[in-house]
């Protein structure tokens, strides 16, 4: 499928996608969202793809946010869907996914776009990002995952502060409150971002999917994480990555897995 506001690119397992709407800070409208439900599912099936790391294009933005203009003039339901189809089609489907997905966070990643970053498995940011959820200057709360993800991330007290003053933080603030997990020049940011998602990928791609779906658990109201780990364990004992991973081992040699 050709793309209007995406880049996509598989090299060595890892598929790029790059949000291109420079000229508007990578804004999210609905055709980008829907876009991103396409290009994330057609991922999450691809058997050429290991990983995916997402990026936004140029230098200025991640994402600056979502594209207001689009519902202003909402309703109460006409605003509850948007958050509901959202969540689901885009940023619950990435947290969901089965592979690894990297946030490289260039620029500024602002309200939907820090959001879409929070949905991501594992965020890296330039030295010169800030982030932050501004959705309460607008008369709004975040609205895909924000309140839940944030809180989940940096802790309750940290999560409100930033909701409620809508400031933005930088992104050495970002690493100090756990919100990311390297900050890096915005000319390494990539190659960063290649380097750990090469690392990640060249594991048991079985048993990646089964430790998201574990770690997911632990973080999902109803769901028992130690229950749901103890079955992803047992499950991983009847693949063949497992059988070919103990014989690498004993026979001390690199395992080649194929994800069966």
Avoid at 37 to 50: K, R
Avoid at 156 to 162: I, N, T
Avoid at 199 to 211: E, N, Q, T
């Amino acid at each position: 499928m050709k793309f209007e506001n995406l880049l996509i690119e598989i090299k060595d397992r890892i598929q790029y996608i790059t949000i291109n709407r420079e000229s508007k800070l990578n804004a999210l409208n609905k055709a980008t969202l829907a876009e991103l439900h396409i290009a994330f599912s057609d991922a999450f099936e691809n058997l050429a793809v290991g990983g995916i790391i997402i990026t936004g294009a140029g230098a200025k933005a991640f994402v600056a946010g979502a594209d207001i203009s689009e519902f202003a003039n909402f309703n109460v339901d006409e605003g509850t869907a948007l958050a509901r189809d959202n969540q689901r089609k885009v940023f619950d489907l990435i947290a969901n996914g089965n592979k690894p997905v990297i946030a490289a966070i260039n620029g500024f990643a602002l309200g939907g776009g820090l959001e879409l970053a929070m949905a991501c498995h594992i965020r890296i940011a330039a030295e010169t990002a800030k982030m932050g959820l501004p959705e309460v200057t607008l008369g709004l709360i975040p609205g895909y995952g924000g309140t839940q993800r944030l809180t989940q991330l940096v802790g309750k007290g940290k999560a409100l502060e930033m909701i409620l003053t809508a400031d933005m933080i930088t992104a050495a603030d970002a690493l100090q409150y756990g919100l990311v997990t390297h900050v890096v020049r915005q000319d390494q940011l990539l190659t960063k971002a290649e380097e750990l998602m090469l690392k990640i990928i060249s594991r048991a791609p079985l048993a990646l999917g089964a430790a998201i779906r574990s770690v997911n658990a632990g973080l999902t109201n109803g769901v028992n994480g130690y229950q749901t780990e103890i079955e992803e364990f047992g499950k991983c004992f009847g693949t063949e990555d497992f059988k070919e991973g103990v014989a690498a081992f004993l026979g001390k040699r690199k395992a080649e897995f194929k994800g069966r």
